[in-house]
């Protein structure tokens, strides 16, 4: 399997089907539901949501059901089951499953938004989007057919999908959130990126980037007392090693 880093550079213009859910909620909402109709296990789940929302169907099947292995998809499963798991912290679920299927999405979100994110940014604005888009475009040879109208929408919708999963506030410019992450979301954050990118030292992991908060804090959370029953910590130096328990 293909760590998310090295998955091709395949991009399509899903952005725009996925901007145009009315609610994401609604996606969470139809998972558990079908979870609990199908009454099987998480390996055995069939991902159908077309009775709530026939007309997405497939988007929703290609950037939020698509899995590394049977371990990421239980991972995933179990969050979006997790009745303690609050609203909000399953949109976040939803966002880094979305990095993991969309390239397009995960490109944008690297170079535009998470750098905004870390560098202090208050806004972002789809002239930002737009410029990474078409600079993508020039240097990329399965973009160059896309006309300037498909990528205003893609820049557009790009922004529109973030405001839903509570990444942007704001009416008319788009303040960017700082989510903290729950306990109970922190530890999937950790297995997850450990997951798709194994390896003991978690800070430089590619995608600890992902996960809102600056190096200092996640070790500080990494470290604390009642995470212990989750991973064994270790460090040298500057290196932290992680290893996690088995669950």
Same mark, same amino acid.
């Given at each position: ?18 901007? &145009? ?5 609604? /996606?969470? @909402?139809?998972?558990?539901?079908? $979870?609990?109709?199908?009454? &099987?296990?998480?390996?055995? %789940?069939? %991902? +159908? ?21 049977? @371990?990421?998809?239980?991972? $995933? ?11 909000? *912290? ?10 993991? *299927? ?5 490109? #944008?979100?690297? @170079?535009? $938004?998470?750098?905004? $994110? ?10 930002? !989007? ?17 006309? #300037?109208?498909? /990528?205003?929408? !893609? ?5 529109? /999908? ?27 954050? !950790? +297995?997850? /990126? ?17 996960? %809102? ?7 500080? +959370?990494?470290? +604390? ?17 992680? @290893?996690?328990?088995?669950?």
């Amino acid at each position: 399997n293909k760590s998310l880093m090295e998955k091709e550079n395949i991009y399509n213009t899903d952005i725009n089907i996925l901007g &145009s859910i009315p609610d994401y909620n609604l /996606i969470i @909402e139809s998972l558990i539901t079908e $979870f609990k109709k199908q009454d &099987s296990n998480f390996g055995n %789940f069939i %991902f +159908r949501t077309a009775n709530t929302m026939p007309r997405f169907q497939s988007a929703i099947k290609n950037n939020f059901f698509q899995f590394a292995d049977l @371990e990421h998809k239980n991972l $995933f499963l179990k969050a979006i089951t997790d009745e303690t798991l609050s609203s909000d *912290s399953k949109l976040i679920v939803l966002f880094w499953q979305l990095l993991y *299927s969309n390239e397009l999405f995960k490109q #944008i979100t690297k @170079e535009v $938004f998470f750098r905004f $994110f870390y560098s202090g940014r208050a806004t972002i604005t789809r002239e930002d !989007v737009l410029i990474y888009i078409k600079y993508l475009k020039e240097n990329n040879p399965s973009l160059q057919e896309w006309s #300037i109208n498909t /990528i205003e929408i !893609v820049a557009s919708k790009y922004l529109t /999908i973030l405001k839903k999963l509570n990444l942007l506030g704001g009416k008319v410019s788009k303040e960017i959130n700082h989510p903290y992450l729950e306990d109970p979301l922190f530890v999937y954050f !950790v +297995r997850y /990126i450990m997951l798709l990118h194994p390896g003991k030292k978690i800070l430089q992991n590619p995608y600890i980037q992902t996960g %809102f908060m600056d190096i200092s804090m996640i070790i500080t +959370r990494l470290k +604390r007392i009642e995470n212990f029953a989750f991973w064994d910590i270790s460090q040298i130096g500057n290196d932290i090693n992680i @290893e996690l328990k088995k669950q």
